[in-house]
């Protein structure tokens, strides 16, 4: 699970624009001013909200994320937008976390209630994301039967990887050096 003090530390990617890099941006109790393409993200009007599915099991994360972008494009309407998301600890092993970016421009609480029940899960974290004047917030919801502190923290934007974030997890397995390694692989 996230926590709040390691939420600075990461960095967030949303696929906004397939034809371009990911719109990167971190979190600060200092509020910033957006740039153009980050505001075109996050808009003027609409309910936006994030999901990342963490797991120390990576079968299991891909299976909870594939589940849930099928639930995604199933369940919520035409005014909804998901993009790809994540979010990691630049230079740090294993630290990418993937989920979706959502921007709800409909008047129902389809996407709302959707969040809710996925956030059930002990391997979902959501976000919602609110505009204060000319600034932007991330305030992360935390389950019905989970109090945890909550913390608002200001989005700014972030300078883009050096190299993409997923490659962070890519194992550097292509050789095994012993036989009880590549069995495990093989289980999995």
Not at 41 to 53: E, I
Not at 89 to 106: Q, T
Request: negative net charge; aromatic residues 12%.
């Amino acid at each position: 699970m996230f926590r709040c003090g390691q939420l600075c530390s990461r960095v967030f990617a949303v696929e906004f624009d397939l034809r371009t890099e990911p719109l990167y941006f971190t979190l600060s109790s200092n509020p910033e001013v957006l740039h153009h393409a980050h505001q075109q993200l996050f808009g003027d009007n609409g309910k936006l909200f994030s999901l990342h599915v963490h797991s120390d099991n990576r079968i299991e994360k891909a299976q909870t994320h594939a589940e849930i972008k099928h639930k995604l494009f199933v369940t919520l309407s035409r005014d909804c937008d998901v993009f790809e998301a994540s979010s990691f600890i630049p230079d740090v092993k294993n630290s990418v976390v993937k989920g979706f970016f959502i921007r709800d421009k409909s008047a129902t609480t389809l996407s709302e209630d959707v969040l809710k029940t996925l956030q059930q899960s002990k391997s979902v974290c959501v976000f919602s994301y609110k505009r204060e004047g000319q600034y932007y917030w991330q305030e992360m919801l935390s389950p019905v039967n989970q109090v945890e502190e909550s913390s608002r923290q200001f989005i700014i934007p972030a300078a883009a990887a050096e190299h993409h974030p997923s490659t962070l997890n890519i194992r550097n397995s292509d050789v095994f050096y012993c036989m009880h390694e590549a069995y495990e692989v093989l289980q999995e």
